[in-house]
């Protein structure tokens, strides 16, 4: 799965060069895009079984391998809940956006 990241816009030097499709290539992202998120998922790693099934669902492709589990790039997270819903090992908790310090 490719993780969304920032990539430098380019202006198109030539006319040929302008997508003849919608606006731009597939994953541009010019910035970040999770402020609107009002919950984060955070993990227990200690419950985790390391089964990916999360990474699997999201659909924002922003949950990565970490030491065998799993961590979140809170950068491009919308906080939609789905990796904890998937959990059956409830080692993912949706807490309030601000709670933790977070
Ligand atoms: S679904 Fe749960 S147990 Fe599986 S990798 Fe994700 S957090 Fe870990
Ligand atoms: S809350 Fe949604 S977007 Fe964020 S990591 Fe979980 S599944 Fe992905």
Redesign the pocket.
């Known amino acids: 799965m490719h993780k969304p990241e920032l990539k430098q816009y380019e202006k198109p030097k030539h006319i040929n060069d302008y997508p003849c499709g919608p606006a731009a290539l597939a994953g541009t992202l010019v910035a970040k895009n999770a402020g609107w998120r009002t919950k984060r998922p955070i993990?227990h790693k200690e419950?985790?079984?390391?089964?990916?099934?999360?990474?699997l669902y999201c659909p924002e492709g922003t949950i990565f391998k970490e030491d065998k589990?799993?961590n979140f790039d809170y950068d491009f997270c919308k906080g939609c809940g789905i990796?904890s819903k998937?959990?059956?090992?409830k080692?993912?908790e949706m807490i309030k956006e601000g709670e933790n310090g977070n």
Do not use: S
């Open positions: 993990i419950k985790c079984a390391g089964c990916y099934l999360c990474y589990k799993i990796c998937v959990c059956a090992h080692a993912i």
